[in-house]
């Protein structure tokens, strides 16, 4: 197999989230906003990224001490001709404040979703390259919020500290861009 690409922003497509029924979906921190050195700020936001839910520095981030979480926001899009999911992130840019505050859900061990929002973030109409994945590959976050493949092999994997996603299906998004399948097996 060859490495996965997308086209525009990451979607996700919920199989099984246990937020949806123990309502553990949160909505109430902005994103961060950095005033002295604004390069730091979070200006994009993708279905299927994470961030850190800091309550304690009341902001979502990538750095707090707070849990990550999946950030899942209702798709808004005004123009059904000639737009899709993919055509959908949380910019900055857009809101009026620049102050973007995302809907996020806690996942625990045995949530289910299928994702392209995969190793790096997107742009509308770019294509993006990620890797090449397989079935049982297993997925931690990277600092930026994006699942990537776990570096640790073998007899290794079971070392890595913190969320582990695993890959269950290649598989494809409704639109038909390539996607996997993933349980949180950590």
Do not use: C
């Amino acid at each position: 197999m060859a490495n996965m690409t997308r086209i525009g922003f990451g979607q996700i497509e919920p199989n099984h989230l246990s937020a949806q029924r123990t309502f553990q979906i949160y909505a109430q921190l902005p994103a961060h906003v950095d005033t002295v050195t604004p390069s730091n700020s979070i200006t994009q936001l993708e279905n299927g990224q994470y961030v850190k839910y800091d309550y304690a520095n009341g902001e979502v981030n990538f750095t707090g001490e707070g849990e990550w979480m999946l950030v899942y926001n209702e798709v808004k899009l005004y123009d059904d001709l000639r737009e899709t999911y993919k055509d959908f992130a949380l910019l900055s840019d857009n809101f009026t404040d620049g102050v973007m505050t995302p809907r996020v859900f806690k996942t625990n061990v045995g949530d289910i979703y299928t994702t392209n929002t995969l190793k790096v973030a997107g742009s509308k109409g770019a294509t993006v390259t990620m890797e090449e994945y397989e079935e049982g590959d297993h997925l931690v976050i990277n600092a930026n919020g994006f699942l990537q493949k776990d570096t640790k092999t073998g007899d290794n994997w079971d070392t890595t500290t913190g969320m582990i996603w695993q890959v269950v299906k290649v598989y494809n998004l409704p639109d038909m861009q390539e996607a996997v399948k993933i349980m949180r097996i950590n």
